[in-house]
Protein backbone atom coordinates (compact mmCIF):
# COMPACT_ATOMS: atom_id res chain seq x y z
CA UNK A 1 0.00 0.00 0.00
CA UNK A 2 2.65 2.25 0.52
CA UNK A 3 4.29 1.65 -2.61
CA UNK A 4 0.88 2.73 -4.54
CA UNK A 5 0.72 6.31 -5.85
CA UNK A 6 -1.81 8.97 -6.15
CA UNK A 7 -3.00 8.47 -9.34
CA UNK A 8 -3.49 4.81 -9.15
CA UNK A 9 -5.95 5.48 -5.97
CA UNK A 10 -7.68 8.39 -8.09
CA UNK A 11 -9.09 5.46 -10.27
CA UNK A 12 -10.06 3.18 -8.13
CA UNK A 13 -12.45 5.96 -6.09
CA UNK A 14 -13.53 6.79 -9.56
CA UNK A 15 -14.55 2.87 -9.53
CA UNK A 16 -15.88 2.64 -6.32
CA UNK A 17 -18.06 6.90 -7.16
CA UNK A 18 -19.13 4.83 -10.04
CA UNK A 19 -20.41 1.87 -8.13
CA UNK A 20 -22.42 4.04 -6.33
CA UNK A 21 -23.52 5.90 -8.47
CA UNK A 22 -25.48 3.09 -9.82
CA UNK A 23 -26.93 1.97 -6.63
CA UNK A 24 -28.07 5.90 -6.45
CA UNK A 25 -29.94 5.65 -9.95
CA UNK A 26 -31.53 2.66 -8.10
CA UNK A 27 -32.56 4.73 -5.24
CA UNK A 28 -33.60 7.84 -7.49
CA UNK A 29 -36.15 5.48 -9.55
CA UNK A 30 -37.23 3.14 -6.90
CA UNK A 31 -37.58 4.81 -3.58
CA UNK A 32 -40.44 7.56 -4.43
CA UNK A 33 -42.34 5.15 -6.17
CA UNK A 34 -42.34 2.68 -2.90
CA UNK A 35 -40.27 -0.47 -4.71
CA UNK A 36 -38.32 -1.88 -2.28
CA UNK A 37 -34.06 -1.53 -3.33
CA UNK A 38 -33.66 -5.37 -3.01
CA UNK A 39 -36.45 -7.19 -4.57
CA UNK A 40 -37.08 -7.02 -6.98
CA UNK A 41 -33.47 -7.86 -8.30
CA UNK A 42 -32.14 -5.54 -11.99
CA UNK A 43 -34.84 -5.96 -14.29
CA UNK A 44 -35.92 -3.97 -17.34
CA UNK A 45 -38.96 -1.41 -16.39
CA UNK A 46 -40.69 -1.87 -19.80
CA UNK A 47 -40.33 -5.76 -20.12
CA UNK A 48 -39.31 -6.86 -16.13
CA UNK A 49 -37.02 -9.02 -17.74
CA UNK A 50 -34.07 -9.75 -15.55
CA UNK A 51 -30.50 -7.78 -16.22
CA UNK A 52 -27.58 -9.66 -16.31
CA UNK A 53 -24.74 -8.69 -14.41
CA UNK A 54 -22.24 -8.13 -17.23
CA UNK A 55 -24.71 -5.41 -18.24
CA UNK A 56 -24.91 -3.54 -15.32
CA UNK A 57 -21.86 -2.60 -15.05
CA UNK A 58 -21.49 1.36 -14.57
CA UNK A 59 -20.97 3.31 -17.45
CA UNK A 60 -20.09 0.52 -19.24
CA UNK A 61 -22.95 -1.29 -19.65
CA UNK A 62 -24.63 1.72 -21.20
CA UNK A 63 -22.08 2.19 -23.77
CA UNK A 64 -22.15 -1.86 -24.40
CA UNK A 65 -26.05 -1.64 -25.15
CA UNK A 66 -24.91 1.05 -27.09
CA UNK A 67 -27.59 2.68 -24.88
CA UNK A 68 -30.73 0.23 -25.84
CA UNK A 69 -31.99 -2.44 -23.19
CA UNK A 70 -30.53 -6.08 -24.44
CA UNK A 71 -34.34 -7.63 -23.80
CA UNK A 72 -36.75 -5.22 -25.69
CA UNK A 73 -34.26 -2.95 -27.73
CA UNK A 74 -35.80 0.18 -26.00
CA UNK A 75 -33.87 3.17 -25.37
CA UNK A 76 -32.17 3.51 -21.91
CA UNK A 77 -31.85 6.77 -20.90
CA UNK A 78 -28.39 8.93 -20.89
CA UNK A 79 -29.10 10.01 -17.29
CA UNK A 80 -27.94 6.84 -15.56
CA UNK A 81 -24.15 7.01 -17.57
CA UNK A 82 -24.17 10.51 -16.73
CA UNK A 83 -25.40 9.86 -13.04
CA UNK A 84 -22.60 7.10 -12.50
CA UNK A 85 -19.82 8.83 -14.63
CA UNK A 86 -20.49 12.03 -12.15
CA UNK A 87 -20.35 10.29 -8.99
CA UNK A 88 -17.39 8.99 -10.15
CA UNK A 89 -15.67 12.37 -10.54
CA UNK A 90 -17.12 12.76 -6.83
CA UNK A 91 -15.32 9.83 -5.71
CA UNK A 92 -11.78 10.70 -6.93
CA UNK A 93 -12.70 14.44 -6.08
CA UNK A 94 -13.20 13.36 -2.25
CA UNK A 95 -9.49 11.84 -2.28
CA UNK A 96 -8.15 14.65 -4.83
CA UNK A 97 -9.20 17.17 -1.92
CA UNK A 98 -8.63 15.06 1.04
CA UNK A 99 -4.28 14.70 0.01
CA UNK A 100 -4.73 19.14 -0.42
CA UNK A 101 -5.58 19.06 -4.13
CA UNK A 102 -1.75 19.86 -6.44
CA UNK A 103 -0.21 18.10 -9.45
CA UNK A 104 1.95 15.75 -8.37
CA UNK A 105 0.25 12.22 -9.10
CA UNK A 106 3.26 10.43 -8.45
CA UNK A 107 2.72 11.09 -4.31
CA UNK A 108 2.24 8.35 -1.95
CA UNK A 109 -0.80 8.62 -0.07
CA UNK A 110 0.39 7.39 3.94
CA UNK A 111 -1.61 9.78 6.28
CA UNK A 112 -4.70 8.51 8.27
CA UNK A 113 -6.25 11.47 8.71
CA UNK A 114 -6.15 11.38 5.02
CA UNK A 115 -8.46 8.26 4.73
CA UNK A 116 -10.45 9.33 7.57
CA UNK A 117 -11.12 12.78 5.62
CA UNK A 118 -11.53 11.04 2.19
CA UNK A 119 -14.19 8.58 3.52
CA UNK A 120 -15.92 11.46 4.68
CA UNK A 121 -16.08 13.38 1.75
CA UNK A 122 -16.51 10.54 -0.18
CA UNK A 123 -19.59 10.07 1.76
CA UNK A 124 -20.79 13.51 1.80
CA UNK A 125 -20.23 14.39 -1.88
CA UNK A 126 -21.81 11.15 -3.20
CA UNK A 127 -24.45 11.35 -1.09
CA UNK A 128 -25.67 15.35 -2.31
CA UNK A 129 -26.66 12.96 -5.93
CA UNK A 130 -29.80 11.35 -4.21
CA UNK A 131 -30.63 14.21 -1.84
CA UNK A 132 -30.74 16.77 -4.32
CA UNK A 133 -32.43 14.76 -6.78
CA UNK A 134 -35.10 13.49 -4.40
CA UNK A 135 -35.59 15.81 -2.14
CA UNK A 136 -35.92 18.37 -4.85
CA UNK A 137 -38.90 16.28 -7.38
CA UNK A 138 -40.28 14.82 -4.12
CA UNK A 139 -39.74 16.31 -1.13
CA UNK A 140 -38.60 13.71 1.09
CA UNK A 141 -34.70 12.64 1.97
CA UNK A 142 -33.88 8.80 1.95
CA UNK A 143 -33.13 6.92 5.06
CA UNK A 144 -29.94 5.23 3.71
CA UNK A 145 -28.48 8.62 2.99
CA UNK A 146 -29.73 10.93 6.50
CA UNK A 147 -29.79 8.15 9.07
CA UNK A 148 -26.73 6.38 6.99
CA UNK A 149 -24.81 9.00 7.09
CA UNK A 150 -25.05 8.96 11.17
CA UNK A 151 -23.96 5.04 10.83
CA UNK A 152 -21.13 6.01 8.76
CA UNK A 153 -20.07 8.79 10.53
CA UNK A 154 -19.62 6.75 13.86
CA UNK A 155 -17.85 4.18 11.56
CA UNK A 156 -15.44 6.70 9.87
CA UNK A 157 -14.53 8.05 13.32
CA UNK A 158 -12.65 4.85 14.24
CA UNK A 159 -10.04 5.72 11.62
CA UNK A 160 -7.33 7.54 13.81
CA UNK A 161 -6.76 11.23 12.63
CA UNK A 162 -9.88 12.23 12.44
CA UNK A 163 -13.18 13.05 14.27
CA UNK A 164 -12.92 11.28 17.40
CA UNK A 165 -16.05 8.62 18.14
CA UNK A 166 -17.01 11.18 20.78
CA UNK A 167 -17.22 14.12 18.56
CA UNK A 168 -19.08 11.79 16.21
CA UNK A 169 -21.52 11.08 18.75
CA UNK A 170 -22.03 14.50 20.42
CA UNK A 171 -22.35 15.89 16.43
CA UNK A 172 -25.40 13.38 15.53
CA UNK A 173 -27.10 14.42 18.74
CA UNK A 174 -26.58 17.94 19.30
CA UNK A 175 -26.72 18.66 15.50
CA UNK A 176 -29.89 16.79 14.43
CA UNK A 177 -31.65 17.76 18.22
CA UNK A 178 -30.52 21.61 17.71
CA UNK A 179 -32.03 21.43 14.18
CA UNK A 180 -35.29 19.69 15.63
CA UNK A 181 -35.70 22.31 18.18
CA UNK A 182 -35.49 24.83 15.98
CA UNK A 183 -37.85 23.91 13.55
CA UNK A 184 -40.49 23.13 15.99
CA UNK A 185 -40.27 26.76 17.61
CA UNK A 186 -40.79 27.52 14.13
CA UNK A 187 -43.20 25.08 13.84
CA UNK A 188 -45.09 26.76 16.70
CA UNK A 189 -44.50 30.75 16.11
CA UNK A 190 -45.61 30.43 12.48
CA UNK A 191 -48.15 27.94 12.58
CA UNK A 192 -47.11 25.14 9.84
CA UNK A 193 -44.48 23.34 9.31
CA UNK A 194 -41.16 24.60 8.70
CA UNK A 195 -39.12 22.03 9.22
CA UNK A 196 -39.10 18.26 7.40
CA UNK A 197 -37.63 15.19 9.78
CA UNK A 198 -35.35 14.43 6.72
CA UNK A 199 -33.93 17.53 7.52
CA UNK A 200 -32.72 17.29 10.77
CA UNK A 201 -31.82 13.35 10.26
CA UNK A 202 -29.73 14.20 7.34
CA UNK A 203 -28.00 17.38 9.86
CA UNK A 204 -27.52 14.79 12.25
CA UNK A 205 -25.54 12.61 10.03
CA UNK A 206 -23.42 15.52 9.00
CA UNK A 207 -22.94 15.82 12.34
CA UNK A 208 -21.53 12.40 13.23
CA UNK A 209 -19.44 12.53 9.95
CA UNK A 210 -17.97 16.04 10.90
CA UNK A 211 -18.84 17.19 14.62
CA UNK A 212 -20.81 19.78 15.91
CA UNK A 213 -18.94 22.95 14.74
CA UNK A 214 -19.00 21.50 10.99
CA UNK A 215 -22.42 20.24 11.19
CA UNK A 216 -23.44 24.11 12.89
CA UNK A 217 -21.14 26.06 9.83
CA UNK A 218 -23.07 23.98 7.06
CA UNK A 219 -26.58 24.78 8.99
CA UNK A 220 -25.79 28.71 8.61
CA UNK A 221 -23.77 28.02 5.44
CA UNK A 222 -27.40 26.21 3.77
CA UNK A 223 -29.67 28.62 5.33
CA UNK A 224 -27.30 31.68 3.61
CA UNK A 225 -27.48 29.87 -0.03
CA UNK A 226 -31.33 28.97 0.57
CA UNK A 227 -31.71 33.20 1.09
CA UNK A 228 -29.42 34.08 -1.83
CA UNK A 229 -31.27 31.12 -4.03
CA UNK A 230 -35.24 31.01 -2.99
CA UNK A 231 -35.59 34.98 -3.07
CA UNK A 232 -34.76 35.79 -6.47
CA UNK A 233 -36.66 32.21 -7.38
CA UNK A 234 -39.42 32.51 -5.68
CA UNK A 235 -39.98 36.21 -7.47
CA UNK A 236 -39.50 34.18 -10.63
CA UNK A 237 -41.97 31.28 -10.02
CA UNK A 238 -44.95 33.36 -8.37
CA UNK A 239 -44.69 35.78 -11.57
CA UNK A 240 -44.46 32.51 -13.88
CA UNK A 241 -47.33 30.80 -11.49
CA UNK A 242 -49.34 34.16 -11.16
CA UNK A 243 -52.83 32.76 -9.83
CA UNK A 244 -51.90 29.50 -8.60
CA UNK A 245 -52.79 28.37 -5.50
CA UNK A 246 -50.44 25.78 -4.57
CA UNK A 247 -48.18 26.43 -1.58
CA UNK A 248 -45.32 24.81 -3.11
CA UNK A 249 -45.36 27.60 -5.97
CA UNK A 250 -41.82 28.87 -5.80
CA UNK A 251 -40.15 26.44 -3.16
CA UNK A 252 -37.13 24.71 -2.92
CA UNK A 253 -36.71 22.01 -0.11
CA UNK A 254 -33.75 22.67 2.44
CA UNK A 255 -31.48 19.42 2.06
CA UNK A 256 -29.73 20.21 -1.24
CA UNK A 257 -28.58 23.41 0.14
CA UNK A 258 -27.68 20.97 3.37
CA UNK A 259 -26.07 18.36 1.19
CA UNK A 260 -24.22 21.28 -1.16
CA UNK A 261 -23.03 23.34 1.99
CA UNK A 262 -21.44 20.28 3.64
CA UNK A 263 -18.68 19.14 2.00
CA UNK A 264 -17.31 22.83 1.44
CA UNK A 265 -17.58 22.84 5.90
CA UNK A 266 -15.78 19.87 5.94
CA UNK A 267 -12.98 21.35 3.82
CA UNK A 268 -13.07 24.80 4.65
CA UNK A 269 -14.76 24.91 7.81
CA UNK A 270 -12.51 25.93 10.32
CA UNK A 271 -10.59 27.85 8.00
CA UNK A 272 -13.27 30.06 7.33
CA UNK A 273 -14.43 30.24 10.69
CA UNK A 274 -10.40 31.23 11.73
CA UNK A 275 -11.20 34.50 9.15
CA UNK A 276 -14.55 35.44 10.68
CA UNK A 277 -13.07 35.26 14.52
CA UNK A 278 -9.81 37.37 13.36
CA UNK A 279 -11.15 39.60 11.01
CA UNK A 280 -15.09 40.43 12.50
CA UNK A 281 -14.88 39.49 15.92
CA UNK A 282 -11.47 40.92 16.93
Not at 77 to 84: A, F, L, W
Not at 89 to 113: C, I, Q
Not at 146 to 160: D, E, F, M, R, T
Request: proline letters at 6%.
Amino acid sequence: MEEIPLWYWLIVFFGFGACVGSFYNVIVYRMPRGISLIKPPSHCPICKKRIPLRYNLPIVGWIWLRGKSACCKQPISVIYPIGEALCGLLGALALYSAVGFGTDFSRRVLKPEVWATTATMFWLLLGAYPVCAIDYKYKLIPDSISVGGIVAGLLISLIPGGVTPLQSLCGAVVAGGGLYLLGWMATKLLKKEAMGFGDVKLLAGYGALMGVTCAVETLIVAALLGILVMVPYGMIASRKNKGSQSEESGQIPFGPFLAVAAPFMCLWGNDLLNLYVKYILE
